[in-house]
């Protein structure tokens, strides 16, 4: 199975940048397609970007779209979070997540059909 570690959060103000890393161990992420999530005190955790196996095929949700950008390196065996005009309602903790699947073209919307998770990384942008 493939293990996650969750990265690259942090204090940014409004209108800055962070790149999150997803370091996956274990398993080569070519098996996976792969989301990133999000959960902010007090709510539901929601889905932030969504990339198939193959990586041709991605969904964001309406709130980052535009600003966010999700991409892997199979190189390094890492998907990545480029978050660009950062606001303070992105403020969360930031998880990645995995599924194992034989479709490459598709991603998933829904945490439970995901797999496997990262720890998580906060990310925290001040007005």
């Known amino acids: 199975q493939v293990q996650l570690v969750d990265s690259g959060g942090g204090l940014v103000q409004a209108g800055g940048s962070l790149r999150l890393s997803c370091a996956a161990s274990g398993r080569t992420l070519r098996w996976y397609a792969m989301a990133w999530f999000r959960q902010a005190p007090g709510k539901e955790r929601e889905l932030v970007a969504a990339m198939s196996k193959s990586a041709d095929n991605t969904y964001y949700a309406d709130s980052v779209k535009g600003r966010f950008t999700i991409s892997s390196d199979n190189a390094k065996n890492t998907v990545y979070l480029q978050m660009n005009s950062l606001q303070p309602e992105d403020t969360a903790a930031y998880y990645c997540?995995?599924?194992?699947?034989?479709?490459?073209?598709?991603?998933?919307?829904?945490?439970?059909?995901?797999?496997?998770w990262g720890q998580g990384t906060q990310v925290t942008v001040s007005s």
């Open positions: 997540a995995a599924r194992l699947t034989n479709l490459g073209s598709r991603y998933y919307r829904l945490s439970g059909e995901y797999n496997y």
